[in-house]
């Protein structure tokens, strides 16, 4: 089976912009994570969709969106980008809900400027 | 609020020794831990993982332990080889759910040839 992909790999933007990151699953899951990664921070929960459906949303503000499509295919947007926002942007899909078993993407490398 | 701390932050072993790396977790529910390995530039990789009703488990060279009473657990590695180098990163999650799961800092292992 082909692994967890996202696309694109690196985005450089400015600040005020906005980005949407995008994730595709292994075959057959159904449950979507995504992540911030940051030196400072570390790995911090972001979203977590399941059958097209938020389950969780972690501690960041409102300007971090996501959603998932009828293929579980899930994208991120965040709006009205700062410096902070720079980081790696992790998905991570299984094929029950939630974390067991998750098998993350490559990533996507945000720059901010 | 919850924490996972892992330690040590940078670990250098000598090729063919044993490396070890430990977390200690605050959220006594906690129920899931998985361990990941995530090279220079390329995604985590889950390696091992163990849930509560579980003390030890292993999978070739890789082991890790449970100890619920004192809420820690370690990863174990022998016979470690050049391949092995990478930041190791445990977490500890309440259940399934994505926006429990709580990752450690980090730890930089290095193999010495």
């Known amino acids: 089976k082909a692994g967890v992909t996202q696309t694109p790999r690196y985005l450089i933007k400015t600040r005020g912009q906005q980005v949407t990151l995008s994730c595709s699953p292994i075959?057959?899951?159904?449950?979507v994570s995504w992540y911030q990664q940051t030196p400072g921070q570390g790995l911090q929960f972001l979203f977590e969709?399941?059958?097209?459906?938020?389950?969780n949303k972690g501690n960041f503000p409102g300007r971090f969106s996501g959603r998932q499509f009828s293929n579980s295919r899930s994208e991120m947007n965040v709006s009205t980008l700062e410096l902070g926002d720079s980081a790696l942007y992790l998905c991570?899909?299984?094929?029950?809900?939630?974390?067991?078993?998750?098998?993350f993407g490559p990533g996507t490398r945000l720059t901010v400027t | 609020g919850e924490n996972v701390e892992q330690h040590p932050s940078t670990l250098s072993v000598q090729e063919g020794d044993s490396a070890v790396i430990k977390c200690t977790y605050s959220?006594?529910?906690?129920?899931?831990f998985p361990w990941y390995k995530q090279e220079l530039g390329k995604r985590p990789q889950l390696i091992i993982d163990?849930?509560?009703?579980?003390g030890e488990k292993k999978d070739q060279r890789i082991a890790v332990t449970l100890n619920k009473t004192a809420k820690h657990f370690s990863l174990h590695i022998t016979e470690t080889q050049p391949e092995d180098s990478a930041v190791y990163f445990c977490?500890?999650?309440?259940?399934?759910?994505?926006?429990?799961?709580?990752f450690g800092s980090g730890t930089r292992l290095s193999i010495r040839p």
């Open positions: 991570a899909s299984s094929q029950g809900q939630g974390v067991y078993e998750q098998y």
């Open positions: 075959s057959g899951h159904r449950s």
């Open positions: 969709y399941f059958s097209e459906t938020q389950r």
């Open positions: 959220d006594s529910a906690s129920n899931y």
């Open positions: 163990i849930r509560s009703n579980v």
């Open positions: 977490a500890a999650s309440r259940d399934s759910s994505a926006s429990k799961i709580i």
